[in-house]
C-alpha cells in the first residue's frame, strides 16, 4: 500500500471515530487532497464529449489548428483522456501549451498538471509551478490549490510554499484552497499551529459548499474541538448539509439521530436509507448492526426477518460483539434462519463477556431450561441473580419463580 492510501485509510478510521483526537496531521492533510480532488477528470469530460464523432473531432481539429484557444484546450483534453481519438499525452500537451500562450486558463492549468505527472513531457516541477503561477494569472480558481497539492505532495520541505498557495487560494475564496489551508493550520504543517486560523478557513470551505469540509467542521462541533463550545445542533446541521454533499460518514453519523429522534426528528425512513448505505462497506459494521434491527421490526422498512439475520451476522463478523446475542435470539427463535437452539446457547454463551444483563439473563432461560444445552438450574439460578443485580426487571420474576418452586435454591 502506498504512502498516500495510508494516508487515507488513517483519516477514514478517525472520521468513523468522529474525530476524538486531531492526530496524524499529515495523513489527514494528504487524505483530504485525495478526496477533494477527484472531480477534476469528471468536469474535463464534460467539455470533450464534443469531439466524441468524427465530424465534430474534424471541426474541433480545424479551430485548434487555426489557433481557437478553446478548440486547442477541448483536443488537449480528448487526446489526454482518448475521448474521440487515440490518447496521446504528447499531443495533449502541445495543445494545452498553444491555449495557455493565447491566454486559456484551464489550459495552463492542465499543462501545469502535465509538468507535474509527467504525463507527455517529463516531469518537471519548477515547470509545473511556472504554469500554476499563469494559469491564477489568467483567472483560473483552482491553479493556486492545485500547486498547493503538488507542494504538499512534494514532501515536507515544500509545506510552508503549499501552505503559501493554498492562502492565495482561500484569498480566491477556492473552498478546497480554504479547507486544506484550514488542515495546515490545524496540525502546524509548514505554519505554526492556529486553531482560530484553522477554525475560519474551514469554516469558510463549509460556507462554500464543500461537503468534505461540512463534514470536518460538524465534527468539530460534535466534539467541542478547535476552540469552539460542543453545539449538537451546530453539529447536526453541517453533518446534514455535508450528507446532502454525499459524504458517507456524515450519513453514518446522522443515521442513529433520525432513528432515534434525538436533536434531529425522527425520521425512520432516513435512517434506514443511511444505514443501508454504509452497511455496504464493513468499516461500518455498526450500521450494518442498526440495519439488522431496522429489518427485523420493519421500521423505515418492511420486516424482512432474512435480511435481519443477515445483517446481524455479517455486523459480527466485523467486530460488533452485541450482534451476538440477537444473533442468538435469531437462533433461538427462528427469525431468518431455521431454528438450532444448540447454536443459539452458544451464542449466548459467548456473549456473557460483554456483561450484558440480556445476555446473562437468556444464557440463565437456557440452562433452567434445557435450551440447547443440559439443564442446570443452580447455575440458572446464579445467572439470573447476576441480571437481576443489574436491574434487568425480567429476572425479578424469574428470580421469585425459583424461590417458589425451589428451582436452583
Known amino acids: 500500500m ?15 471515530a468522529h474525530a476524538s483526537a486531531f492526530a496524524q496531521g499529515t495523513a489527514r492533510a494528504q487524505a483530504a487532497l485525495d478526496r477533494i480532488g477527484e472531480a477534476d477528470e469528471r468536469e474535463a469530460a464534460m467539455q470533450i464529449g464534443k469531439v466524441a464523432d468524427s465530424n465534430a473531432g474534424d471541426d474541433a481539429l480545424k479551430a485548434a489548428q487555426s489557433g481557437d484557444p478553446r478548440a486547442q484546450y477541448t483536443l488537449g483534453l480528448a487526446y489526454k483522456s482518448g475521448i474521440g481519438v487515440g490518447k496521446d499525452f504528447g499531443k495533449a500537451l502541445e495543445m494545452f501549451k498553444s491555449a495557455s500562450q493565447n491566454g486559456h486558463a484551464a489550459a495552463s492549468l492542465e499543462l501545469a498538471k502535465c509538468y507535474a505527472r509527467g504525463e507527455g513531457v517529463q516531469e518537471n516541477f519548477e515547470e509545473a509551478l511556472k504554469a500554476f503561477d499563469l494559469a491564477a494569472l489568467q483567472g483560473s480558481a483552482e491553479a493556486n490549490f492545485e500547486a498547493g497539492v503538488v507542494c504538499f505532495e512534494a514532501g515536507a520541505d515544500f509545506y510552508k510554499k503549499s501552505a503559501e498557495y493554498f492562502a492565495k487560494g482561500a484569498m480566491w475564496m477556492e473552498p478546497k484552497a480554504s479547507y486544506m489551508l484550514g488542515l495546515i493550520y490545524r496540525e502546524g504543517l509548514g505554519v505554526e499551529k492556529d486553531a482560530a486560523k484553522s477554525l475560519k ?56 439521530y433520525y432513528e432515534r429522534g434525538v436533536v434531529m426528528p425522527r425520521r425512520q425512513s432516513v435512517a434506514f436509507l443511511y444505514y443501508l448505505e454504509g452497511a455496504q462497506d464493513d468499516k461500518y459494521a455498526f450500521s450494518q448492526y442498526r ?67 440480556r445476555g446473562d439473563f437468556a444464557y440463565a432461560r437456557c440452562l433452567a431450561d434445557g435450551i440447547g444445552t443440559k439443564a442446570n438450574e443452580e447455575l440458572a439460578f446464579k445467572y439470573y441473580a447476576k441480571a437481576a443485580d443489574a436491574e434487568y426487571a425480567p429476572a425479578y420474576l424469574k428470580m421469585a419463580e425459583c424461590y417458589a418452586q425451589g428451582r436452583g435454591v
Open 201 to 256: 478557513h474551514i469554516r469558510n470551505a463549509a460556507l462554500g459548499n464543500l461537503p468534505k469540509a461540512q463534514l470536518d467542521l460538524g465534527l468539530i462541533y460534535l466534539d467541542g474541538k478547535s476552540g469552539v463550545e460542543k453545539d449538537d445542533k451546530a453539529a447536526l446541521e453541517w453533518l446534514s448539509k455535508a450528507a446532502l454533499g454525499g459524504e458517507l460518514d456524515a450519513k453514518v453519523i446522522l443515521a442513529p
Open 2 to 16: 502506498s504512502l498516500k492510501n495510508r494516508f487515507l485509510c488513517a483519516l477514514s478510521a478517525l472520521l468513523i
Open 291 to 357: 440495519l439488522g434491527h431496522m429489518y427485523e421490526e420493519g421500521r423505515g422498512t418492511r420486516p424482512y426477518p432474512m435480511q435481519a439475520f443477515y445483517w446481524y451476522k455479517k455486523a459480527y463478523s466485523n467486530g460488533i460483539r452485541e450482534a451476538g446475542y440477537d444473533l442468538g435470539r435469531c437462533h433461538e427463535l427462528g427469525i431468518g434462519v431455521v431454528q438450532d437452539p444448540a447454536q443459539a446457547f452458544g451464542y449466548y454463551e459467548k456473549y456473557l463477556q460483554m456483561n450484558d444483563p
